[in-house]
């Protein structure tokens, strides 16, 4: 028989195995072991399906790509030209031999030097489904590869009128909290398709000197000139639905960037009660360690008071196309049990007095902060969600049954 001691030596030999660097396997740490310039795109590989791979369980505030000894993942730069700058070819297979250390075609390689030569580009697509009671269509953004099309989020856009009724994406809440942070400036938006946003340009629309030629237009001089003022955060910025820092990974990021996943956000707001919002979603994600279903969206017409003191309805173009959304929305679902939570903000710096909500506020009541005071930075509550699906026709069926209280690690 063993001895006591004999025993625990042995078990003390397992945990430092556990502990060590040697743990058999790689560990691609998403900030220390990816490429900084151009990341490429990742795809595990179990047997015959291909799915974008993703991130596990942060220790501290890093997440990493985690690989047994001889697994194989995809290495993909998808985007004309585009070549892995260590292998020549736009997609490659690597072998996890230890570490960081992965094998290519039999040759190892570091994981941080598999750069892109330029950035890893998404695609959008239009499907042949409706949404918004037909008045939308739904479109697909994510990343065309040999192996097919693996979709990232996917919007309801009204193509004629180049509005956006909401875009759904996920939360993988295991590994958002270490996500890619990179110091480089946030990239542009783009049409994506000469079919979206025709007849103008939507980078012209949200330039502040097409802001204050809207304004001045509908609102006259005097009130154009209240409102708007860039070094005071008043103006409209292009308010991401799906945002970026939902995704853990950088290419995943960048895919975000369409305008068809935006809308003009007063920056007050956008950088103020809404991005809290938005941060709140991703603490519940991580504290539930569920893939979050998330669906935020557009609601109305934003109105503003003239120089004659009467209210007038804001478009970026035209007549009627690209509105200044009345209210932004999220409805926030956890998978496992259904449970859900709508969130409302306002969508305009200026109103005198907090407005009458459009569905009875459950913030409290189920631990969600509260953001009211600041009508500035946006107001901002918590319903049911079938309360605000019934005071937003063109919102998506979503599963709920339970409200979704607020969690955090």
Known sequence: EMSVLALCFALLNLAFLAQGKSAPGCSLSLNNNLPIKNEPLIFSQNGKSVEIMRPSASSGKDSSLDLKTGEEIIIACPSKKNVIEATG??????????????????????????????????????????CANGQGTILEIGFKISEGWFKLLEVCHDIAESKTYWASHSIKGDGIEGKVYRSTARPAFTRGEKWLFTGFNPDSAYKQDNQEKVLKTVLGAKSATAYLDAKATKFLARGHLAPDADFALSPHQLATYYYV??????????????????????????????????????????????????EKEIFMEGKSRLPVPEYYWKVLRNPEDN??????????????????????DVCEKNGWPTYQNDLFKGYVYCCEYKDLKSAVPHMPEIPCKSTLKFKKN
């Not at 072998?95 to 580009?121: E, P, Q, Y």
């Not at 009660?273 to 938005?278: A, G």
């Not at 557009?298 to 503003?304: E, I, P, R």
């Not at 859900?340 to 009875?360: E, M, R």
């Open 89 to 130: 070819k736009d997609e490659s297979v690597a072998k996890c031999v230890s570490g960081s250390t992965l094998s290519i075609g039999g040759k190892s390689v570091d994981s941080k030097t598999l750069d892109c030569k330029s950035k890893a580009d998404s695609d959008v697509i239009k499907t042949d489904r409706t």
């Open 261 to 310: 996943n935006a809308a003009p956000q007063w920056q007050s707001i956008n950088a103020g009660n809404w991005l809290r919002t938005e941060t709140n979603s991703r603490t519940v994600a991580a504290a539930l360690g569920v893939d979050l279903a998330v669906v935020t969206g557009t609601l109305g017409v934003s109105k503003m008071v003239d120089d004659k003191g009467q």
């Open 339 to 360: 449970s859900c939570i709508a969130i409302v903000s306002t969508n305009n710096p200026f109103l005198k007095s907090a407005p009458t909500p459009v569905c009875k």
